[in-house]
C-alpha cells in the first residue's frame, strides 16, 4: 500500500506553475500517517499549496484510528466514505519516494520507490472537510492506490497514483468528468518508477535522519 512517504525538500516552483505557498512544503525522511502533510488543492482556479492530516476524517468517523490513509482506486465510487470526495475533493500530494516491505526469509526488506529520475511524485489523493468547532475545521485526506506495475509487483501490489503535471490541473478540477479522472488512475509507466532497498531503521516512524532513504543495495528498474 502506501504506509511511509519520503518527502525530500523541494523547490515549489518545480510541482506545478503559478502554485501559491499557503504554508512552507513539510518535508520528513520518514513520513507516517496520522501527521500534516503538504497538499496541492484548487482555490478559486489556481492550485494552493497547504496542510492536511493524513487520514481521512469525515464529519461522522468516531475514532481517529479508523482514519483510513489509503483508498483503492478500483472502490471510490461505490464506497460512500470516499465517493462524494472522489467527485468533487481531489488533491495532489508533492514526494519523493514512497516505502514499501518485501517479506524475505529474515524478515521484511524495505525498499525506497522513486522516479528513476529521482523527480518530484504528484500523488493521487482525496480530502474532507471536519467542522471541530463553529468557527474551526480540520482538513483530511486519504491517498488513492492502484496496481503496482509489474516491475514492483514483487515489492508490492498497490502503490499511490501518479498524476503527471499536465494532467494535475484536470485532476484537481471538480468539473472535469469523472470518466476522464478515472482515466487517470492506472499503473505508472514501467520507466518511471525504480525501487532499492534501505536501512531497517525505515520501520520505526521514531527515526528521522536522512540515512533512512541511503541506498544499501543497486536499483531495481525497467531495462528496455
Given at each position: 500500500m502506501a504506509g511511509r512517504l519520503?518527502?525530500?525538500p523541494l523547490d515549489p516552483d518545480a510541482l506545478l506553475p503559478d502554485l501559491v505557498c499557503d504554508a512552507p512544503?513539510?518535508?520528513?525522511?520518514?513520513?507516517?500517517?496520522?501527521?500534516?502533510?503538504?497538499?496541492?488543492?484548487?482555490?478559486?482556479?489556481?492550485?494552493?499549496?497547504?496542510?492536511?492530516?493524513?487520514?481521512?476524517t469525515p464529519p461522522w468517523l468516531d475514532v481517529l484510528d479508523h482514519a483510513p490513509h489509503c483508498a483503492r482506486a478500483e472502490s471510490l465510487s461505490s464506497?460512500?466514505?470516499?465517493?462524494?470526495?472522489?467527485a468533487a475533493r481531489r488533491c495532489l500530494v508533492p514526494a519523493t519516494g514512497i516505502y514499501v516491505w518485501q517479506a524475505q526469509a529474515r524478515g521484511k526488506q524495505p525498499f525506497l520507490v522513486t522516479r528513476v529520475d529521482r523527480g518530484?511524485?504528484?500523488?493521487?489523493?482525496?480530502?474532507c472537510r471536519f467542522p471541530t468547532s463553529l468557527v474551526e475545521?480540520?482538513?483530511s485526506l486519504a491517498l488513492i492506490t492502484v496496481p503496482s506495475p509489474l516491475l514492483l509487483s514483487p515489492l508490492t501490489d498497490r502503490l499511490p497514483g501518479v498524476i503527471s503535471q499536465d494532467d494535475a490541473m484536470a485532476w484537481l478540477t471538480p468539473q472535469t468528468p469523472l470518466e476522464h479522472i478515472k482515466g487517470l488512475l492506472r499503473?505508472?509507466?514501467?520507466?518511471?518508477?525504480?525501487?532499492?532497498?534501505?536501512?531497517?531503521?525505515?520501520?520505526s516512524p521514531s527515526h528521522q535522519d536522512t540515512s533512512c532513504a541511503h541506498p544499501i543495495g543497486p536499483m531495481l528498474r525497467h531495462q528496455p
Open positions: 519520503h518527502i525530500a512544503l513539510v518535508s520528513c525522511p520518514n513520513m507516517a500517517p496520522r501527521r500534516m502533510l503538504s497538499a496541492i488543492r484548487l482555490e478559486a482556479g489556481q492550485p494552493h499549496l497547504g496542510r492536511l492530516f493524513w487520514g481521512l464506497r460512500p466514505m470516499f465517493r462524494d470526495a472522489f518530484p511524485l504528484l500523488l493521487a489523493a482525496l480530502w475545521h480540520t482538513d499503473s505508472a509507466p514501467a520507466e518511471l518508477f525504480g525501487a532499492f532497498p534501505v536501512s531497517r531503521r525505515v520501520n
